[in-house]
């Protein structure tokens, strides 16, 4: 079942429930680890991700069991702090697994998830704020260990947002003798419910919300019964699968708050939103207006949505301006759209021009990445015939089911 395949063409219709976030989850998961009882996480998605967390977590000692409610998480017989090699490769949010040993632990053996250890990118901020709080580090063979005599709290600035390394820091904040000031915290949704889950357990954390958190750290934390908000970027997701074909579709339980800045970009697509108590309720137009979009740290519009507006726009009225300003070799899907018909113009590595077209056509396309994958189905949705979409366990790494969501919406879709 690595490949879907579309028939498309056909306005989307109907209503969904949009699953837990897969973002929060994975660092409350990693929470879980500071509590000396056990947690109950409701509405953790049961995708790819929160499995292989899950791994991680059993493999360290804790015991986990699958409710149907949530994940129930003991972690009272934690000691072990190193992380089997396969789990941790691959999978870039086990990083939140750092933070949260050191506090638990003092001491960690990880791989290096993806790219070269310390350094420059990807996880210099991560080494170096966690650094200022007392944490050694060193390599031995090609593994990353990370010990601490004495964690405590710092004055820390990030020059960058960084989502993770904003989690490490709060993860080994709260546990950390003293006081942390984090300057340039990220913003996003996910970091407060990874706040607001600890708080619950019994951490003080001033400034929730904010780029200044203020992390009073030594603080014994208990277990809590915890549920999981929505996820924005699924949402997102079939917010822009509804734009692309043109339909009507009720996002049940969507976070609104959370997308105002993907609400604004449907509504210069032409598209109309009303919110209510059900959720978020989008009506899209024949074809989608031209958009400029840049992608920024939350409120800014997400990054992980950048591929669902570039396909989107294939089949827009006009010519749009993607701008990626987070992550570096995100356009990997427009050699993918281009075989469907797709007209996008590579201006840098950083931006693309998107001329709209009157239709796409069906193809067999790969995935690549998680969101990008996502957007080839829409890809599939939007345009005339049958597409087979191959490379699907990187989609299936976010979304719980994305065929049967779709064709609860109407959609003639298939896993093959
Ligand atoms: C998280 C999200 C991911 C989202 C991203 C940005 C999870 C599991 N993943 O990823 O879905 O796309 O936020 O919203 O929550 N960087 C450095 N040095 C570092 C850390 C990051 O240079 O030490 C750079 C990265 O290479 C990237 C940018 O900062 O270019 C953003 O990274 P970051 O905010 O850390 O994203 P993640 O936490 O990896």
Known sequence: MDSIRIQGGIALQGKVRIQGSKNASLPILAATLLCEESSLIRNCPRIADVYSMVSLLKSLGCS?????????????????????????????????????????????????????????????????????????????????????????????????????????????????????????????????????????????????????????????????????????????????????????????????????????????????????????????????????LVTAPYPGFPTDLQSLVLAVETRGTGCSRIEERIFENRFRIVEELEKMGASVETRESKSVLVHGVETLRGACVEARELRGGAALVVAGLMAEGETIVAGCPYIYRGYENIGRDFRELGARVASV
């Open 64 to 292: 986990i069991r699958w409710q149907e409610t949530g994940i129930a998480v003991d972690s009272s017989q934690v000691q072990r702090a190193e992380m089997p090699r396969d789990a941790v490769r691959g999978m870039r949010s086990s990083l939140c697994l750092l933070g949260a040993l050191i506090g638990r632990c003092k001491e960690v053996v990880m791989e290096h998830p993806g790219g070269c250890v310390i350094g420059e990118r990807p996880i210099d901020l991560h080494l170096s704020a966690l650094g200022q709080m007392g944490v050694e580090f060193v390599e031995e063979s090609g593994r990353l260990k990370a010990f601490s005599h004495r964690l405590h709290g710092a004055a820390v600035s990030l020059p960058f947002p960084s989502v993770g390394a904003t989690e490490n820091i709060i993860l080994a904040g709260v546990t950390a003798d003293g006081n942390t000031v984090l300057e340039g915290a990220a913003r996003e949704p996910e970091i407060s419910a990874l706040c607001r889950f600890l708080q619950r357990c019994g951490a003080w954390i001033e400034g929730v919300g904010t780029g200044r958190l203020v992390i009073h750290g030594g603080r014994r934390l208990c277990g809590t019964d915890f549920t999981v908000p929505a996820d924005r970027i699924v949402a997102g997701t079939y917010l822009f699968g509804c734009m692309g074909t043109g339909g009507s579709v009720l996002l049940e339980q969507a976070p609104e708050d959370e997308m105002q800045s993907v609400l604004a970009v449907a509504l210069q697509m032409g598209g109309h939103v009303y919110s209510s108590e059900e959720g978020i309720y989008v009506q899209a137009p024949a074809r989608p207006a031209a958009v400029e």
